[in-house]
């Protein structure tokens, strides 16, 4: 079962650009902060960014990892 949406990273060309960006328009410091990585708490959501990709990626919190890993996520697409 999806519990809900928990993160969305973006990817970016300059990491420590969007770092200084995020932090002055968020008022506030990442609460990660690593070259592969950094991460943002937004209103209990996390706003990531990723160095060097060109896409966006969301992430869904789940109650059973193990079970949605085995589900079968065609049968539910149309």
Do not use: N, Q
Request: aromatic share 12%; proline share 5%; hydrophobic share 35%.
């Amino acid at each position: 079962m999806l519990l809900g949406r928990r993160t969305v990273a973006h990817y970016v060309d300059d990491l420590g650009k969007a770092r200084r960006g995020i932090t002055d328009l968020v008022g506030r410091a990442p609460y990660f902060d690593e070259p592969y990585y950094t991460g943002f708490d937004v209103c209990r959501y996390e706003l990531g960014v990723l160095p060097d990709m060109v896409s966006v990626g969301t992430y869904w919190a789940v109650d059973d990892l193990e079970r949605e890993r085995s589900r079968d996520w065609s049968a539910s697409l149309p």
